[in-house]
Structure formats: C-alpha cells, structure tokens
C-alpha cells in the first residue's frame, strides 16, 4: 500500500527521538498573494520501493552528521538520568511490545563500549522501518486508505484565506510553516509545514513555474512555489502545493556541501556559502537573484535553472537584494562593507552605481510608490532614503530609527508612506513617511525578543507578520490602532472603519506608544496549531 510522507515522519521521529521544541525562532517570512494557492493542495504518497530508495540516499546525510547527534543524545541523555531518578523508565521491566519489537527501551542507554550515545542507522533500521509501515496495522499513526478524506475540510483553502510562510528553528530541528490566516473569520492556524535540513534565512515567493521542465509550458503556467535559503550555499524551491513533500521540487547551485569554502569566486556555478537574500524578478518572471555571505550577488534562470552572471562587486557579505518593481533590468545590493549598490543588469559588467551609509546594510526596499526612491536599514539603527533621479549620491533623509540594527523593513502595499522598521532593540515602529519629514506613528515592545522580520500582506494593507527569536510569528491588525487609523484615514477606505469594540478594548497595552494624534496598542495574535489524532492541524477561531 501506498504510504502518506507524513506518516515516514512520523515514525522516523519517533525512532530518532533528538529535537524538542520550544519557542520558536523566526528569522523570515513570506507573503502569498490571495488565489495563487490551489483549493486542495496535493499529498505525497510513497510506495514501499520509492521510501526505500529515499532511506538509501540520505543514509550518508545522516552519517556526516553522526558526531554532531552523538553529542546531542550523550547531554540529553545525562539530562534524562538526573531527572528522571527512580521513575522505572530504565529498569528493564518494561513489557510494551512496540519497544520491545524496535529495540527502543534501550535507546537511550550510553554505549559503554564507545563512551558514546548510540547513534540509529538509518541502514540498520531499514528492515524493521520497512516492515513496521507496510504492516498496515502495526501502529496506530499509520493512516491508509481507510481514514482518506478525513481531513478534507481542514486541507482545503478558501478563496478569502491568505498564505503566510514561515521559516523557524526549534531547538535543532527547522521548518518552513504554510500559515492560513482569515482575517473575516479572525482565525489562523499551520495548514501544513515542511521539515528543512538547514537554518532557513530567506523567503521569495514566485509563481514561475521552475519545477516544469517544458519551455512552453512554462509561459503559459503560473505556479505557487516559495524560494528557501539558508546556511548552506544552495536555494531550495518549494512548491505550495503540495504537502508532506520529502525534498523540495528544485535546487539551484551546489547541490552537495563544500567543507572549503571559497568565498567572492565566481566559478559559474552558484555560490559557495549561505544565502542571505533571494529576491524573484517580477516584470521577468524567469529571474532570480541571490546575496551571500560569498560576497556576490547571483543572477538565476529559472527555465534552465542555472546561474547567468555572477556580480562580484562588494568586499563583504552582502546581506540583501531587491529586484525594482518596474524597471526589469534594475538590481539593488547592500553588503557588511556598509555600501548600497544599484546594478544594470542589460550589462553587468559595466559596474554599479554605489552609495555609502553608515552601518552595515541589512535591508534594501525600493518604494513602489515612488520607484526611483529607494529605502536601507542598518545595523546602527538608521534608516536612509536615497533617490537614483538625483545626480548626487547623498540621502534625502536619514532616520535614528532605533537603538539596534534594523533587521527588517516594510512598506505597505496600498497604504502610502506606511513604513514599518524592527530592531533588535525589541521594538517596531510604524513610520509616515509620505513626506520628506517623517513622523512615527507606533512604537511597541513587541515582547518576542529582537525582532528579525517582518512583511505585510498582499491583500490587506495594515495586515503585518513579524518574526522574532521567541513567541514563534506573530500577526498584527494596525487598524485596531486608534492613532494608526486617525493618521491614515484619508489614504485608504479600510482606514476610517474602527473595529469592533470589543477587539478594540482587548487590544490595549501600556507598552505601545504612538505619535500624534493618540495612544493605544495595535492588536496582535500568535498563529495556533492544534493537532488531531494524526498529527494534522485544524482550524481554529
């Protein structure tokens, strides 16, 4: 019988029993625009010979990181001894048949032969792996054909649901989570998630569709895919649709781990440390870029997967791209080596415009409702505007925003001038920047420690994600601010309508603070999962 992906997990976790899960650390979030996503997305099925052959391949995955485990169950193991004393858990009398058929009453115990943690091989546990999932009812977790559709309902996306997609480490182990979020019904839940081998630093959303191989059915598709870097010099596109998927649908650069690194090289092949940055080329779909710790920017076809034209322009690492919003051929890059620079991309090699700041550059942003204006954060708390109209590489302005870095900006998508920056001084802000004179409208202790990203919807103007290193991702209505929607009420119609009162009333904190005309505190929820017999997450108000 064919076997859900989710259910090898399931097992695989239960065997390999490694990672706890405390608050979540979120360093990226990603936006999918409403309708992109399919009604019912698709489920993975394996069939007994294809999960052999996929125990096979990441066999030696799991060897390269043998050391590294080995240590994690030696400390948890100590752990366990000296906390769970005399609770019998160990002492050999324990006559579950499930333990005593895998072997797992003694997976704990040191191996007094190494002075080590035995470590589980995926080679060694292949028979009994194999046997305990094709046995349709050796376990409880093991859902088949007879429980198929159960789940409907709770798989399905609704037309007015909007997508979010976070990247987060707990503990050891990453995750991408598919987030719905209703605003109508006030609900958000995890729809589905998506297990990662590497610390997830950057999201791009795209709908090219790059896991088609076919060039003429790639102009007339559109796709719902997201684009995952991390510490690790490839980019991992995965598609949306598709859930319990064991490996993402394409890679693009090295597809193996380089142990020397040869940093600023640009040998054609992608790069050779972490990606930083992504960021998708809307006006020519099939363009990707990508910053990294190797100090170069990559340009990506997607149609043929490959890397087109290396840009080795700054002296350290450069931590964030940003393609401009209607100019096809124009490419921003800001790096460590406190530079922003503005490449044309028609030819590369005839060197990019630069302008200096003060810090070093964690995000470029360009306004889309002035496109030849253009927004850095820094590591030193300022924020610059600078515009490529003017002859003069000099800010129009420059903001003392914060007291830390910057790590994230984000401009409203309908709401002009609505600016919001977050810092590791544990703040955000929601800035007016219509003008040439700024004006902060929010200030607030957002409580999830340094704040590391943040993005707003698509669909909904003062609809806000942010991410921090605790509290997992949360998401903000700005409208249940009383200042948010008296400063904005004459830009957008959602501004002058107040939310219900009671929602309103609930919302008040004495940590937020806000610039002319009044104070009270943006709303904000923390995105739920609750977890069926299957391990399936449902919907909840």
Same mark, same amino acid.
């Given at each position: 019988s064919d076997l859900s992906a989710s259910a090898v997990? !399931?097992?695989?976790?239960?065997?390999?029993?490694?990672? !706890?899960?405390? %608050?979540a650390i979120v360093p990226c979030v990603a936006w999918v625009p409403k309708g992109k996503a399919q009604q019912h997305p698709t489920k993975v099925t394996l069939s007994a010979d294809e999960l052999k052959a996929m125990v096979a391949k990441h066999e030696s995955e799991l060897e390269e990181h043998k050391e590294e485990l080995q240590q994690i169950l030696k400390k948890e193991s100590g752990e366990s001894? =000296?906390?769970? /004393?005399? +609770?019998? /858990? %160990?002492?050999? @009398? =324990? +006559? @579950? $048949?499930?333990?005593?058929?895998?072997? &797992?009453?003694n997976y704990d115990d040191d191996d007094e032969a190494d002075g080590g943690a035995k470590i589980p091989s995926l080679a060694g546990l292949e028979g009994a792996f194999m046997d305990m999932l094709i046995q349709s009812g050796a376990d409880e977790y093991i859902t088949l054909e007879k429980e198929k559709?159960? *789940? =409907?309902?709770?798989?399905?996306i609704k037309e007015d649901d909007s997508l979010l997609v976070v990247g987060k480490v707990s503990d050891e182990l990453s995750a991408l989570d598919v987030v719905i979020y209703n605003e109508a019904e006030e609900s958000n839940y995890v729809h589905h998630d998506q297990m990662l081998d590497t610390f997830p630093l950057c999201l791009a959303w795209m709908d090219f569709p790059v896991h088609i191989e076919d060039s003429g059915q790639q102009q007339n598709c559109r796709a719902n895919l997201v684009a995952a870097g991390g510490m690790e010099p490839c980019i991992n596109i995965w598609n949306l649709d598709v859930i319990d998927s064991l490996e993402p649908a394409v890679q693009l650069g090295p597809t193996k781990r380089s142990k020397k690194k040869k940093k600023n090289k640009a040998d054609g092949t992608g790069h050779s440390d972490a990606v930083l940055d992504i960021s998708w080329n809307r006006n020519v779909r099939y363009l990707l870029a990508s910053a990294s710790a190797d100090c170069t920017v990559v340009l990506w076809d997607l149609r043929t997967r490959a890397c087109v034209h290396t840009l080795a322009t700054h002296s350290d690492k450069v931590q964030s791209v940003a393609w401009h919003p209607t100019e096809a051929a124009s490419l921003l890059s800001g790096g460590m080596d406190k530079t922003v620079q503005l490449h044309d991309c028609r030819d590369p090699d005839s060197g990019p415009r630069v302008?200096?700041?003060?810090?070093? #550059?964690? !995000? #470029?942003?360009?306004?889309?409702?002035t496109p030849s204006q253009f927004l850095v954060s820094c590591d030193d708390g300022f924020i610059y505007c600078m515009d490529v109209s003017q002859s003069a590489?000099? $800010?129009?302005y420059q903001l003392s925003a914060h007291t830390q870095a910057v790590n994230a900006i984000a401009l409203s998508p309908q709401i002009e001038g609505g &600016? #919001?920056? #977050? %810092?590791? *001084?544990?703040? &955000?802000?929601?800035?007016d920047i219509a003008s040439d004179r700024p004006t902060c409208v929010l200030s607030r202790k957002m409580k999830m420690g340094e704040l590391l990203s943040a993005a707003f919807c698509h669909d909904a103007p003062f609809t806000l994600a942010i991410g921090g290193q605790k509290q997992g991702v949360r998401i903000m209505n700005l409208l249940e601010n009383a200042g948010v929607r008296g400063h904005f009420a004459g830009r957008h119609p959602g501004a002058v309508l107040? $939310? $219900?009162?009671?929602?309103? *009333?609930?919302?008040? @904190?004495e940590d937020a603070t806000t610039g002319p005309p009044s104070a009270s505190a943006a709303a904000s929820t923390k995105v739920k999962a609750k977890k069926g017999k299957k391990g399936k997450k449902h919907r909840k108000r």
């Open positions: 997990f !399931t097992h695989q976790h239960r065997l390999l029993s490694i990672f !706890t899960m405390p %608050s001894m =000296d906390e769970g /004393g005399d +609770d019998g /858990g %160990s002492d050999g @009398d =324990d +006559d @579950d $048949p499930e333990l005593e058929q895998y072997g &797992l009453d559709g159960s *789940d =409907d309902e709770d798989d399905e302008w200096k700041v003060s810090g070093e #550059v964690e !995000t #470029v942003l360009w306004n889309h409702f590489n000099r $800010p129009l &600016l #919001v920056s #977050v %810092s590791s *001084d544990k703040e &955000l802000k929601l800035w107040a $939310p $219900p009162q009671a929602v309103a *009333d609930s919302a008040m @904190d």
